[in-house]
């Protein structure tokens, strides 16, 4: 089916738009990392959210969950891979599409700059989605950077594939499997010639054919690469409208202050903004 | 008319020196299903014009592991049987369009 509205995030901006939008009678589906993976979630105290004084982040965030959900919101858990305008959007989670006539991103803000040879490797041995990708390198050795809880997973099923898989993160992961080398390293550098040789940890280097960057979240000017931005915010009007045609944005991926309050709000706005844009356009 | 080429269909077409635009895709993958309208849709606008195929890479590996595909989908060019050129990816019709409107 094709969803009124995808919602990119699950944080308050995320859950705020999809209760709006809702609340207009929109189909809505929202594609998020589970709420415990948000880093709202390790707030101890929230004291300045309206009528909620005293919330943890965790409490809260389960509350807004629980009420996006009550309203009828839809939910996949996952991270939205690559995106495309047509006839509307089509997001990739996996090896599944999933497709809406509007777009809202709320993916909070991205804290983890690429690495070295990153961006020049990609898709010469750089790849973001084991899913996709990891097939094409059966047989061959592998290092998965694990930035995300999902990480060890798909480590796991590049094992499961015939990959051979060094798995490299600051801190140790939880879920690998067992048989799968662990290297503790922080600063990293992506090695090759033509294509990816080798991946350097902490000075090391390990050699192999393919680099699995798996983060928490894929920055949203990496899935739509002629969205505006302004000092690394997302580039907004009043309506929460961005530069492309039924594109929305809200919460800390717009800008300052990154707080729930203001994130809540643009949510809202932004689901509205999109319901007008839905019920302005012709039905195709 | 898009063309799924196995690995014999594919060198005969290369030897014919046309300009060619080929997707290497399989079935597991998201984005490789997104951009199949896209492929489809160039098929026929450029009919007559540029050889618009398909490789399905894990029924024609060789040809995978011979231009060195390490994520999908991404899109070769040929002309007069050399790669011109590669698009790693999903993209928008127009940076396809681009690259053979340039070596029409």
């Known amino acids: ?284 | 008319m898009l063309v799924h080429f196995s690995k014999e269909g594919f060198d005969k077409a290369l030897s014919d020196g046309k300009l060619m635009m080929v997707d290497f895709w399989a079935s597991w993958c998201g984005p490789c299903k997104m951009l199949a309208p896209v492929i489809d849709d160039l098929a026929e606008q450029y009919e007559g014009k540029a050889v618009v195929g398909k490789v399905n890479v894990d029924e024609e590996q060789e040809l995978a592991i011979r231009y060195g595909v390490m994520s999908i989908p991404t899109v070769i060019f040929f002309k007069d049987g050399k790669e011109i050129d590669r698009k790693v990816g999903v993209m928008p019709g127009g940076a396809f369009t681009q690259v053979l409107d340039s070596n029409l």
Not at chain 1, 17 to 46: C, F, M, T, Y
Not at chain 1, 92 to 111: D, M
């Open chain 1, 1 to 284: 089916m094709t969803y009124d509205l995808i919602v990119l995030g699950s944080g308050p901006a995320g859950m705020a738009a999809a209760i709006a939008a809702r609340g207009r009678n929109k189909s809505v589906l929202v594609i998020g990392n589970h709420w415990q993976d948000s880093p709202l979630a390790r707030a101890e105290r929230v004291d300045n959210y309206l009528g909620l004084p005293g919330y943890t982040g965790a409490e809260m965030l389960e509350t807004f969950y629980r009420h996006a959900l009550d309203m009828g919101t839809e939910f996949v858990i996952g991270k939205a891979i690559s995106l495309m305008a047509w006839n509307g959007f089509m997001v990739t989670v996996g090896s599944q599409v999933y497709e809406g006539k509007t777009l809202i991103l709320a993916p909070g803000v991205v804290r983890q700059a690429k690495y070295p040879g990153e961006e020049e490797y990609l898709g010469r041995g750089v790849s973001y989605c084991a899913t996709c990708d990891g097939m094409l390198y059966r047989g061959k050795p592998v290092v998965v950077v694990g930035r995300s809880s999902d990480a060890p997973h798909e480590a796991n099923y590049l094992k499961s594939l015939g990959c051979q898989v060094t798995y490299v993160s600051p801190q140790p992961p939880v879920g690998l499997d067992g048989d799968i080398p662990y290297v503790k390293a922080g600063k990293l550098t992506i090695k090759g010639e033509q294509t990816v040789t080798g991946l350097e940890a902490d000075g090391a280097l390990i050699p192999c054919n393919g680099v699995f960057v798996l983060r928490q979240t894929v920055a949203p000017t990496d899935l739509l690469p002629t969205l505006e931005t302004e000092a690394g915010y997302i580039k907004v009007d009043r309506r929460m409208a961005t530069n492309l045609e039924g594109v929305f944005a809200a919460g800390d991926c717009t800008g300052l202050p990154l707080q729930v309050s203001k994130a809540v709000g643009e949510g809202h706005v932004a689901a509205l903004s999109a319901c007008e844009y839905l019920d302005q356009k012709p039905e195709q």
